[in-house]
């Protein structure tokens, strides 16, 4: 076996026990890193680990999903880069089944999307429902970009009004 550097991974730490395995705890967690975090099917993961020099089953990277997913999808969630304290949060009218929708969608400084919402009216109450949403999850940006003036003024002092950028 070739050893791969598996660097986009998340890293293994002491509180999953990988003992008894064949394999490394490094290419165990990126098989389920890998099968989780893409649209892949097993037999891609076990191709995907074919070309870097790793031989195994589709089987076993299944057995390894089943066995590890849960904690390293806890690990990576509790280990994951805090979001930026940056946010743009924009709106678009979109058409599903020949309706005016508005998707609000509110990203980042880094590009993450950190919601998305999709309302069949645009109010104050949508964008506030959108905004409450984000703020108990994430930690309160210290700027906010919207092209929806009234949200800015309501949840922040410190905002950049976009509502002439078209």
């Given at each position: ?30 098989a389920v890193w890998l099968y989780y975090r893409f649209p892949l099917s097993l037999r ?110 309501d949840f922040f002092d410190q905002t950049v009004d976009l509502s002439d950028n078209r």
């Open positions: 076996m070739k050893k791969a550097s598996m660097s986009a991974s998340p890293s293994t730490d002491a509180s999953i026990s990988f003992k008894g395995y064949r394999f490394p705890p490094d290419v165990i967690s990126y891609m993961v076990e191709e995907i680990l074919a070309a870097r020099g790793i031989e195994l089953t589709y089987e076993t990277v299944q057995d390894w999903a089943a066995k590890f997913g849960l904690a390293i999808a806890k690990r990576i969630r509790s280990t994951a880069l805090g979001r930026g304290d940056k946010w743009h949060l924009d709106e678009v009218v979109v058409t599903i089944n020949g309706k005016k929708h508005w998707l609000w969608r509110a990203v980042d400084q880094h590009g993450s999307v950190l919601d998305v919402l999709v309302q069949s009216h645009r109010d104050t109450a949508a964008a506030k429902r959108l905004m409450r949403k984000l703020l108990r999850r994430h930690v309160r940006p210290r700027w906010l970009a919207s092209s929806f003036e009234r949200i800015s003024r």
